[in-house]
Structures are given as C-alpha cells and as structure tokens.
C-alpha cells in the first residue's frame, strides 16, 4: 500500500538527481538523508524538529549520536548514520588533499589545516615524504586527552624506513589554549629530530595549530634548523 509522503519523496530524489542540493532547503537535505532510515514516517517534521533543536544544518551533522536520541522519533540506527556523515566527509577530505604536494610553507599548512580540522582531542598527524617532498604516506595518532598524545619515536623512524621516506613532517594540534609548544613538545621534536637524522632522514617541520586555527611552525621560527645544528655538533 502506497504511502502518502512517497510522491514527496520522489519528487525530491528527482530534483536531487536533476539539480543537485544547492537548491534546496536546509530541511529538504535533512529528509533525503532521514529517507532511508525511516520508509514509514514523516521526515519533513523530524528533520523541522532536528533544525530546531540543535540550530543549524551544522548543529545536527555536529551533533553526537546520544544527542540525536535525544529528539523524538530518531532511533540509534538512524543516530549514527547521521553521525556518521561528518567523519565520512573529514576522511574524504583527508583523502582528497593527499595529492596535494608539500612545497612550500603555504601548502603544508593548508594540507594541516585540512587534516586536523574539527579535532576534539589532541591529534598527531605524521606525513612521510620522498625527496621532492611529496606524499608517500600518513599515520594518525589519536589520543584519549584533549591535553596530550603519546607517540612512539621508535614506531615512526620505523615506518619511515619501511616507506623509504627521505622526511617527515609533523603536525597536531592543542584543543583548548595556545598553539606554542610546551617543553614536553620541544623535547619530543628534538628526540624524534635525532632519532630521524641516525637513518638519514630529515625532520623537515613540526606545526602545532590551536582551536582557533592559530599555528606555530618550529621550521618558520628556526628551531628545526637549531636541532639540526645541535645535531651535527654531536657528530664531531
């Protein structure tokens, strides 16, 4: 038996298909997401109460899948299908800018910025380039802190051996506060420095954002350099 909201929701398949979303509706997006997960109800007034209860179309993709459940009428299915849709598109995004090559300061912040965007604990990305710099691959360390993250510099020169990578760049990111390094950063950039340059590769920047996109690079304010320096010292 028919159901009375089907000719509505061919028509908005139709226009999605002919037009894509830009024409429509905050709401009208929400419903040909809601479609799928609930064939018997009706979508447009769930997704008018979605809107309003948590603001925005950003409120709702933003939100937690136990704060979805907390609104009438979503299931924990459809909770985290919804939830889902934000982590799908930040993997997409971190897919897409691997292509892009690290040749400059310019570049690299824009592939950082993209990697660590919308990070709710502290997060360290770690890139593994050849010698012109470009991608060869990329590991991710998440931790449970929003104030630290443990990485084992052990690991890392490892799997710059196993890549073959001529460099590496390091990028994470501080939550809450100020985006300069803390001692413990300091220290662990020149171990790991080290560490690198023993199978000759090269520590190349390390680039600390904060919640409000602020950056410290250590390359652009001549702490790398410095390691590098104290390095070969120890050499001698």
């Not at 710059?160 to 803390?182: I, K, N, Q």
């Not at 680039?207 to 602020?214: G, H, M, Q, V």
């Not at 690079?217 to 390095?231: C, E, R, V």
């Amino acid at each position: 038996m028919a159901h009375e909201n089907d000719g509505h929701r061919a028509r908005l398949r139709e226009r999605m298909i002919k037009e894509g979303l830009d024409s429509f509706q905050d709401h009208e997006v929400l419903e040909l997401l809601l479609f799928q997960y609930l064939p018997r109800k009706d979508t447009n007034k769930l997704a008018h109460t979605l809107l309003d209860k948590f603001g925005s179309f950003a409120g709702v993709l933003n939100a937690s899948p136990q704060q979805l459940m907390t609104v009438e009428g979503v299931s924990e299915a459809t909770a985290c299908n919804l939830a889902v849709l934000k982590e799908v598109w930040r993997r997409y995004k971190r897919s897409d800018v691997c292509k892009v090559p690290l040749d400059g300061l310019k570049s690299i912040i824009e592939y950082s910025q993209s990697l660590l965007v919308e990070s709710y604990s502290e997060r360290l990305v770690i890139v593994y380039v050849d010698y012109a710099t470009r991608f060869i691959f990329r590991e991710e360390i998440t931790s449970d802190s929003m104030k630290r993250v443990f990485a084992d510099n052990k690991q890392i020169v490892a799997t710059a051996m196993r890549t073959g990578a001529a460099g590496v760049v390091l990028f994470h990111c501080h939550v809450s506060g100020v985006c300069e390094p803390s001692e413990e950063d300091d220290r662990f950039t020149e171990r790991l420095a080290f560490a690198l340059a023993g199978v000759d590769v090269v520590l190349l920047e390390h680039i600390i954002f904060n919640e409000r996109n602020e950056y410290y690079s250590y390359f652009a304010h001549g702490t790398i350099d410095a390691i590098q320096s104290k390095y070969k010292n120890t050499l001698k």
